[in-house]
């Protein structure tokens, strides 16, 4: 944590450096500003895990404020990663508190920071949410997919040519469908992946996905994962591309349909998977490059 | 109303069978590595994204047969050409190398001023002036066959002394 907390005193520095050159934000650029969520889910560090989890449910958002302790601090963050993280350590999540769960001192950027460095954060760090926080006060989350969606809307990504096949994990891990969702998290856990597939032989047929969103929809329904069956959790909405197909295109749908992964596949079934955090990866590579 | 109806059918094979002559041509130039991506490829693997949100099963139906689907589709637009060409008075029809090369660039023109523009497909590469020169000499060969085919079919025109 302390370490977390070094690397954003580093960052707001570095900010504050460029910005007293004359350097950073670039003028007229677009900031995150104008990107975040400012409708934001803010939870209390007693609430339940069960509860906070609900709530994101509810508002199918993966990340939540956590209240700071005192004015003027950094606020805390609790995603649907650290909720995977629990059910996967074998711990009952009805019994834990947020408090046990989160990250305080989240990485924050000031409000006028340009898209490109909260993508080089997020990127470098691997996170996907940031909290918008001016000194004082939490002005709002930004995500991977607000960034994503704001360069596709105003055909602004870098690396236009770039395919598929060069940003996607070949890696591609599967869960059984008889798995129990405590079995699927802590297989994910361990490979630090957010997403599997399931059943991905199947001839001709779609594969299905599970993801930590569905985990996180378990445990605000209450649900026990050591009964609860991946067969009966599957991700209601996927999609899919060929290899050779344009990062832009897939860019484009996971910003407008709201997708976190995309199923890769060709004529001799699942090529590989792309993650928001692939594509972001790509992109940042694609503009440092040009 | 038969007549029509049967230069329409002529139309639709000729212009397939076209097209197919394209798709042998397009091999070549793009084995050749003088195409790196043909027109109707650019246009599944650039301009698709509707289909990833809004169909997600026809998606992967796709991304899985893409190669095949993606001739098809040439063709079947091939086969809409034909069908015009077939529609045009018998006069130009009847000349046959002059109609298919202004067929051929017509359709070039048609691809180039209507659709790379509307699908955004110039934003995504730079077509190099070789790929260029290829794509219209594989609709010009498409305007000849499909013009040489027309002019067969048309009935023999009677020389004035015979009249």
């Known amino acids: ?290 | 109303m038969d007549g029509v109806r049967r230069r329409l059918a002529r139309g639709l094979v000729r212009g397939t069978v076209a097209a197919m002559a394209m798709t042998g041509g397009r091999q070549v130039t793009t084995g050749l590595g003088l195409v790196e991506q043909t027109p109707p490829d650019a246009i599944i693997k650039q301009r698709a994204p509707g289909l990833l949100v809004r169909m997600p099963r026809l998606a992967f139906f796709v991304a899985r047969r893409q190669a095949a689907l993606v001739e098809l589709a040439h063709w079947f637009y091939g086969a809409g050409g034909g069908a015009a060409f077939a529609m045009l008075p018998d006069s130009v029809r009847r000349r046959s190398v002059w109609a298919g090369i202004g067929y051929g660039l017509f359709t070039t023109l048609v691809f180039e001023l209507g659709i790379v523009p509307i699908l955004g497909l110039d934003k995504f590469k730079k077509i190099r002036p070789i790929e260029q020169l290829m794509f219209t000499a594989d609709h010009l060969l498409y305007g000849l066959i499909l013009a040489e085919g027309e002019k067969r079919a048309l009935p023999e025109k009677r020389g004035r002394w015979l009249r």
């Open chain 1, 1 to 290: 944590m302390a370490a977390l907390g070094d690397a954003n005193k580093l960052l707001q520095a570095r900010l504050l450096r460029g910005r007293e050159r004359g350097i950073m934000p670039i003028q007229n650029a677009v900031s995150i500003r104008d990107v975040m969520s400012t409708d934001i889910l803010t939870v209390g560090s007693e609430e339940t895990i069960p509860e906070a989890a609900r709530q994101m449910s509810e508002r199918n958002i993966g990340a939540a404020i956590v209240e700071p302790e005192t004015h003027r601090s950094r606020p805390g963050i609790i995603t649907e990663r650290d909720v995977l993280d629990c059910v996967a350590s074998g711990r009952r999540a009805e019994y834990l508190h947020v408090a046990d769960l989160f990250t305080p001192d989240a990485m924050t950027l000031p409000p006028d920071s340009s898209l490109q460095q909260a993508a080089k954060v997020m990127t470098s760090d691997g996170f996907r949410h940031l909290v918008v926080f001016d000194g004082e006060e939490t002005l709002g989350i930004v995500s991977i997919r607000d960034i994503v969606g704001r360069w596709s809307k105003e055909g602004q990504l870098p690396g236009l040519g770039t395919q598929i096949r060069e940003a996607m994990t070949t890696d591609v891990f599967a869960v059984e469908l008889e798995d129990t969702l405590r079995e699927a998290a802590r297989k994910m856990g361990e490979r630090g992946i957010g997403a599997a597939m399931v059943e991905p032989g199947k001839e001709g047929r779609p594969p299905g996905m599970i993801s930590a969103r569905e985990i996180l929809h378990s445990v605000a329904a209450g649900e026990d994962p050591d009964t609860e069956r991946v067969a009966d959790h599957l991700a209601p909405r996927r999609t899919f591309s060929a290899p050779d197909w344009s990062l832009s295109q897939a860019a484009e749908a996971m910003s407008k349909g709201g997708f976190q992964h995309i199923v890769v596949v060709d004529m001799n079934g699942i090529a590989g998977i792309l993650s928001m955090r692939d594509l972001m990866r790509s992109l940042v590579r694609s503009s440092t490059d040009q």
